[in-house]
């Protein structure tokens, strides 16, 4: 199955569609996506920046852009877990931040990968 642009493997993928693709239709959705996935990298790295330099003030910042673009495409879970991230680095949360770390990475690539493969940039397997 090609599933480049299918609906079908973003449900079985986590992606809430009715909120996000069947707001926007596909063509939108398909920008919107594409901008996040080309501007995912610099966020990252700038996220990783702030966290290894403790600074948790801009932490907060690009873990909030990263929970309303991920919100707003239907990524549930990554909106989830960067809203727990942004919580706790408004509260000087580290030891939160530091041991849910690894688990937010995760689900980034998840992200990544399950929107590459949608946009045809990577195949599936």
Excluded: C, P, W
Excluded at 26 to 50: C, G, H, R, V
Excluded at 96 to 115: C, G, P
Aim: charged share 25%; aromatic share 10%.
């Amino acid at each position: 199955m090609n599933y480049m642009h299918s609906r079908d493997f973003l449900k079985v993928n986590g992606v809430d569609t009715d909120n996000s693709l069947d707001s926007f239709g596909e063509e939108t959705y398909i920008e919107i996506l594409s901008i996040f996935i080309n501007d995912i990298d610099e966020k990252l790295a700038k996220m990783n920046e702030s966290l290894s330099s403790n600074n948790l003030k801009d932490y907060a910042t690009y873990v909030h852009a990263i929970k309303g673009e991920s919100g707003y495409l239907g990524f549930s879970e990554l909106a989830k877990q960067t809203l727990n991230h942004q919580l706790s680095a408004e509260k000087g949360d580290i030891d939160f931040i530091r041991n849910n770390y690894q688990s937010l990475i995760n689900e980034i690539a998840r992200v990544i990968k399950v929107s590459r493969i949608y946009l045809g940039q990577e195949k599936f397997s």
